[in-house]
């Protein structure tokens, strides 16, 4: 098998090395504006420059790989070309539950801007981001009956959250507003 | 002198602070997220009104506890506890997928048990000589050994060594914004004010492993972890078991112990070249990685050995072993200790002390773990849906309690969408972390021996012991090379014939 489960899609592959080249580039050119050391031969910017280096190499191979993937995904798809198959789409298993996923990345990114923020204490706020990723994943997760979690998720999200705050402002005197 | 100090242990406040602190060391190791690094350093206020000796041994209690507690949900949710766990995911967490968790854990605790036994035996007889030794070890030498220890990194991984040598020329990367530790200076910090300190290691280290594996759980929320009973007994090694592994043990604890001893380089180290020479030692390489018993030993083995191998530097140097007796360090200025060689004939009482609390802790661990295993591992049978969301806030505040910034809970968030895309892209995570971890030191190391040798880098090869260092990298990489390239002509050959 040319492409199996384990592996990296090729999109993946391009994406993922061309974004890596640019920052590494970025990182190059960031590095060049570092100061000279008056006494030293290689300096501040010698490893940066070096690792930036190395890992442009790297991301090119990466690329060259998922070109190659690319081909063979084409090979594959027009050998089966009365399936449906035919399509550009990746056969890996790259997300199951992408809109869950993504729904919890937005939610935490949510829960730490308002954290910032300082708009809801953090023995409220706490309790809440618990409640919604709570209520979210057992709706996919399905396992045990509903009232059961719900009393279990109300007390876990509230003693944790009251519970952190507590030891955490007052024993190691942790700012958490 | 150290058998009174064994014995002193046994009064009531000695023993209810190893009580304690091995406790919270392996609860806070065992839950993701949480790290020794983070619970000591989170203690060491704490410990001001404390006696010196009541201090150290609660903190040493707790580092023991801390390294062992994480293979509980390495080996059940693949989530490393603590960075020293890492390795003992790879076999630990397929095994447990077979369906022998309580196997797959009681070989962890007793390797854990095991490898802290004999690294103790070093730390008392033999501290002098090999702290002799590590002293001859210039900045030359210390960034060979750094070179080796990535590029073994990269050679234990089971896919691709470009994407291994990729995600540790990342780590090293990521670490390189902040104070440039030789001249002093702002380096790569983007005009953002946060950054004068760089990326913190905590953060990073509960992103990469924590937020990464939330998200992938999250993805497979409907795969359910079978039911499998985790039996007391099951967790019990026979005599002949541990006949049989005899050398894997010996030979992961005694690299445990010499990899604890080198400066700043810690458990998760030792248990990578472990893991390396144990996998190639095997008859059965190919079982590394899918639920090898000898992986697990000889990671779980090594990372306890390190514990000890690490207060030997501390206490005969001063010189931290890992970044956990880095924070111990700090606990001997704070409470007035100078550390150094001068240690031995001044606080003669403090030595033993930490000498026998590593002893007692270490037997008091094994025991507790054996006790506690089944009930942490509940945590396995509780839904997704009631433990990520509590994993996620405990990796914020995890963060947070760190340095009390908002910037660090951010710098976890970012590193932890970076762990779940490096993985999707086939990037092995450990290299990444050890490249972060090691940059530091490997640079500081580079410049300061380019300096002394006015740019030369003739002396990295004249200098017997950096040379072996490089010759083993060497060595390993070409190796490596070879194995892979000669599975690809083994794979091809087997896909040409299959078309045929």
């Given at each position: ?13 391009i ?26 031969i ?10 930036s ?12 790989e ?11 798809d ?10 550009l ?10 809109k ?5 990345v937005?939610i ?34 399905k ?6 979690f719900?009393i279990v998720?109300?007390?876990?999200a509230?003693?944790l ?17 | 002198?150290l ?38 350093s989170?203690t060491l206020?704490?410990t ?31 989530i ?35 490898g802290?036994m ?7 007889l ?10 001859k ?11 080796m ?34 001249l002093?200076c ?10 004068i300190g760089?990326?913190?290691l ?15 759980n999250?993805?497979e929320?409907e795969?359910?972890f ?7 007994k ?5 005599l002949r ?10 030979r992961?604890?005694l690299?445990?112990t010499w ?5 700043a ?8 070249i ?11 390489p190919?079982?590394?990685?899918s639920?090898?018993?000898d ?11 390190t514990?000890?191998?690490?207060i030997i530097?501390?206490?005969a140097?001063?010189?931290p ?5 880095a924070?111990?360090?700090?606990a ?19 030595v ?6 590593a ?24 839904p ?12 914020v ?7 009390n910034?908002?910037f660090?809970?951010w ?8 762990g779940f895309?490096?993985e ?7 290299p ?14 580079l410049?300061?021996?380019l ?30 090379l ?7 002509k083994?794979?091809?050959?087997i896909?040409?014939?299959e078309?045929?």
């Open positions: 098998m040319i492409q199996n489960e384990k592996k990296s899609t090729y999109q993946m592959d994406i993922f090395s061309v974004i890596l080249f640019i920052v590494c580039l970025f990182i190059f050119k960031e590095s060049t504006l570092l100061p000279k050391s008056t006494y030293e290689v300096g501040t910017s010698f490893l940066p420059k070096v690792l280096i190395f890992l442009c190499i790297c991301a090119v191979i990466v690329f060259i998922g070109l190659k993937k690319r081909s063979a995904q084409l090979r594959i027009r050998a089966k070309e009365s399936k449906e198959s035919s399509s789409k990746p056969k890996g298993d790259f997300v199951k539950r992408p869950l996923a993504f729904l919890v937005l935490t990114f949510t829960y730490i801007s308002i954290m910032s923020l300082r708009i809801i204490r953090y023995y409220m706020l706490t309790p809440l981001f618990i409640l919604i990723l709570g209520f979210l994943m057992f709706r996919r997760e396992k045990g009956k509903w009232i059961n719900l998720l109300f007390i876990n509230f003693a959250g009251i519970g952190v705050y507590y030891i955490f402002t007052k024993i190691f005197i942790i700012d958490l507003f | 002198m058998i009174h100090a064994i014995l002193e242990l046994f009064s009531l406040l000695p023993m209810f602070y190893i009580l304690i602190g091995v406790f919270l060391g392996i609860i806070v190791g065992a839950i993701p997220g949480l790290t020794g690094t983070m619970l000591i989170l206020p704490l001001f009104y404390m006696k010196s000796t009541n201090a150290l041994i609660l903190l040493v209690s707790m580092y023991v506890g801390a390294i062992s507690g994480g293979l509980i949900t390495a080996t059940l949710l693949r490393p506890g603590t960075p020293a766990s890492v390795v003992t995911t790879f076999d630990g967490y397929p095994m447990a997928k077979k369906g022998k968790p309580g196997r797959a854990i009681g070989i962890g605790i007793t390797s854990s048990f095991i802290g004999i690294a103790w035996v070093f730390l008392v033999l501290t002098p000589p090999m702290a002799r030794f590590a002293l070890f210039s900045t030359f030498e210390l960034f060979s050994l750094v070179l220890a990535l590029v073994l990194i990269a050679a234990v991984g089971q896919g691709s060594i470009i994407r291994a040598l990729l995600s540790g020329f990342m780590g090293l990367l990521f670490a390189m914004p902040g104070v440039d530790p030789i002093g702002m380096r790569l910090n983007f005009g953002i004010d946060e950054m760089g990326f913190s905590l953060p990073v280290l509960i992103g990469l492993f924590g937020i990464s594996q939330v998200i992938n999250v993805i929320i795969l359910k079978k039911k499998i009973p985790l039996t007391f099951e967790m019990f090694l026979s078991d541990i006949k049989e592994k005899s050398w894997n043990f010996l992961s604890a690299i445990g990899v604890g001893i080198l400066p380089i810690g458990a998760n180290i030792g248990s990578i472990a893991y390396w020479v144990a996998k190639n030692a095997s008859k059965n190919d079982e590394f990685g639920g090898s018993e992986g697990i030993i000889a990671s779980e083995t090594a990372n306890n050995a514990i000890n191998g690490a530097p501390l206490i140097l001063g010189i072993g890992s970044i956990i007796t924070i111990l360090l700090g001997f200025i704070l409470h007035d200790i100078t550390p150094g060689p001068l240690l031995f004939t001044n606080n003669q009482e403090l033993y002390s930490i000498m026998a609390t002893l007692i802790a270490n037997i008091i661990m094994f025991l507790m773990m054996l006790g506690t295993s089944m009930t942490i591992s509940k945590i396995i049978e509780i997704k849906s009631l433990l990520l969301p509590v994993i996620l806030t405990f990796c505040i995890g963060s947070f309690a760190l340095n910034r908002i660090d809970v710098v976890m968030f970012g590193f932890g969408l970076l895309v490096l999707k892209a086939d990037m092995p995570l450990a990444f972390i050890i490249g972060f971890i090691l940059s530091r030191i490997a640079e500081q190391n410049r300061s021996s300096m002394s040798s006015g740019g030369s880098i003739i002396p990295f090869f004249t200098r017997p012991l950096s040379l072996v260092f490089i010759i083993v990298a060497v060595i390993t990489l070409i190796w490596t070879y194995q892979k390239a000669k599975d690809r083994k794979e091809k050959s896909y040409c014939d078309k045929k």
